[in-house]
């Protein structure tokens, strides 16, 4: 069964950073496509990051591009998701999410992963 756990959500004052991770339970991380998402209240599900599993390519939405980083680390077995100069109109709650394994790429489409965390919230406020 894929399970998805994100952390290291938080609050933080503008301008700040947060490092959120997502660790998989009994699967290998390094054998999925894996997104980043975050869902503000009263919005939809928002395309954030993702990572391909082949190359380690990764792609970016134009809100988090040069201010976000999507990062795998195949020892720990974990994908983090590196949020620098954070704006109050980050505040979400953040989402893992993975492909099925047949899929070597990752898409900015929150319709094409198949497993997701809980979520994590982050706060970004004076």
């Known amino acids: 069964q894929v399970q998805l756990v994100e952390s290291g959500g938080g609050s933080v004052q503008p301008g700040g950073s947060l490092r959120l991770s997502c660790a998989a339970t009994g699967f290998t991380l390094d054998y999925y496509a894996i997104g980043w998402f975050r869902q503000a209240p009263g919005k939809e599900r928002e395309e954030l990051a993702c990572i391909s599993k082949s190359d380690g390519s990764a792609s970016y939405a134009d809100a988090v591009k040069g201010r976000f980083t999507i990062i795998r680390d195949k020892a720990r077995n974990t994908v983090y998701l590196q949020m620098n100069s954070l704006k109050p109109e980050d505040t979400a709650v953040y989402y893992c999410?993975?492909?099925?394994?047949?899929?070597?790429?990752?898409?900015?489409?929150?319709?094409?992963?198949?497993?997701w965390g809980q979520g994590t919230q982050v706060t970004v406020s004076s």
């Open positions: 999410a993975a492909r099925r394994p047949l899929f070597r790429r990752c898409v900015l489409s929150r319709d094409d992963y198949a497993y």
